[in-house]
């Protein structure tokens, strides 16, 4: 579901090739998953990068329930997933055409970023960090 979102937003072909191979499902660590019944509403992953770092992963909503904040609530748990953990700071990186998901991750505390790791030389990414250790 997901995979086919990046594909109609992104490009299938671009995606195959610049993303997939930092988003493989085998390298994320933890996931949220909000579920209605028998349909997935949303989801969410961390990653560590370090013992400090974790890296936010694979937020999605289904089409069905956007705009009605599950969006945030995947973010919110990650957040206290990652501190849980003992984890200080989360980062993550978007895609520049991904507005609204920019817009979300700024309204929930992330500040831009110099692009990292290995989105360093990804110009079509956008990272974001959020420092997690003293916010309630």
Do not use: W
Request: glycine share 8%; hydrophobic share 35%.
């Amino acid at each position: 579901m997901l995979d086919n979102y990046l594909n109609d937003a992104i490009g299938e072909e671009k995606q195959q090739k610049k993303y997939n191979q930092h988003n493989a499902l085998v390298d994320i660590d933890d996931v949220i998953l909000l579920i209605d019944g028998e349909k997935l509403i949303g989801c969410g992953g961390i990653k560590k990068v370090d013992k400090d770092t974790a890296e936010v992963k694979r937020v999605f909503v289904a089409d069905e329930f956007r705009r009605r904040g599950y969006a945030r609530r995947i973010i919110s748990e990650i957040e206290h997933l990652a501190k849980a953990e003992g984890y200080k700071i989360l980062m993550l990186e978007t895609g520049l055409p991904m507005k609204s998901a920019q817009a979300l991750y700024t309204s929930c505390g992330f500040s831009y970023i110099e692009n990292y790791g290995p989105y360093a030389d990804l110009d079509s990414s956008v990272c974001m960090k959020k420092n997690i250790e003293n916010n309630k």
